[in-house]
């Protein structure tokens, strides 16, 4: 059973307008996420992170935002970039890492 | 600081075969974790070592298997291959200690292997 869901497999976006990436989970009992960039033929690399006692966390142009009633998580890139382009894994860990399936994102010059 | 390695990068087996993947964890990270990725299912955890002890296990069939050695390299053998064990085989390490969650959590991973069974 997927304990964290990113229901969009892909997004397009243009370069400068903001990117959100959503997660969805439902394992209430998540102390932490993380969300990871993995461009092709590279292991996903660490994006940034929150705990879940925060409801945000910023660094440069990405944001995350922790909704725990929801139980929902949305990256923020602003502006967004050619560079960009990837696909974005959210993970929630609880003694382990839980990977949702991925979002692919395109920034269109 | 070198990153993590993984070899080897792409393998081709045929079914019934057994596969033997290695990982090199950066130096001075003790956890070492091994995930699956497949297309549509995102990435699987299958274990996580530490001080050559298996910590976690997901949710994956015995033909699985992993190790860690005192250096914290890892292998993961995978036993009787099929056709849906062709896969992105990712390792990742991290200086994560205990099971308490702080910032030493965060998880570098390889480049993968990539395996095809045929």
């Known amino acids: 059973d997927q304990q964290v869901k990113q229901n969009s497999p892909s997004l397009s976006v243009q370069e400068g307008r903001i990117s959100i990436l959503n997660c969805d989970y439902t394992?209430?009992?998540?102390?932490?996420f993380l969300w990871y960039k993995k461009y092709p033929a590279e292991g996903p690399t660490f994006l940034i992170s929150?705990?879940?006692?925060?409801d945000k966390n910023e660094d440069g142009r990405f944001t995350v935002f922790l909704n725990k009633s929801a139980k929902h998580l949305s990256l923020h890139i602003v502006p967004s970039q050619p560079g960009d382009s990837a696909v974005y894994f959210c993970?929630?860990?609880?003694?382990?890492?839980?990977f949702g399936t991925g979002t692919s994102l395109t920034v269109i010059p | 600081k070198a990153g993590v390695t993984q070899t080897p990068r792409y393998l081709i087996k045929t079914r019934g075969q057994q596969v033997t993947l290695s990982c090199s964890p950066i130096?001075?990270?003790?956890?070492v974790s091994w995930y699956q990725q497949t297309p549509g299912q995102g990435l699987q955890f299958l274990f996580e070592?530490?001080?050559?002890?298996?910590?976690n296990k997901g949710n994956f069939p015995g033909r699985f298997s992993g190790r860690q050695f005192s250096n914290s390299r890892s292998e993961m053998n995978v036993s009787t291959l099929e056709l849906g064990d062709s896969a992105l085989y990712l390792c990742?390490?991290?200086?994560?200690?205990?099971?308490?969650?702080?910032?030493?959590?965060?998880?570098?991973f390889g480049p993968g292997t990539r395996l095809t069974v045929t």
């Open positions: 990742a390490s991290s200086q994560r200690s205990g099971q308490a969650i702080s910032n030493l959590d965060e998880q570098y």
């Open positions: 394992n209430s009992m998540f102390d932490y």
């Open positions: 929150i705990s879940s006692i925060k």
């Open positions: 993970a929630g860990m609880i003694g382990q890492f839980y």
């Open positions: 130096s001075g990270h003790r956890s």
């Open positions: 070592y530490f001080s050559e002890t298996q910590r």
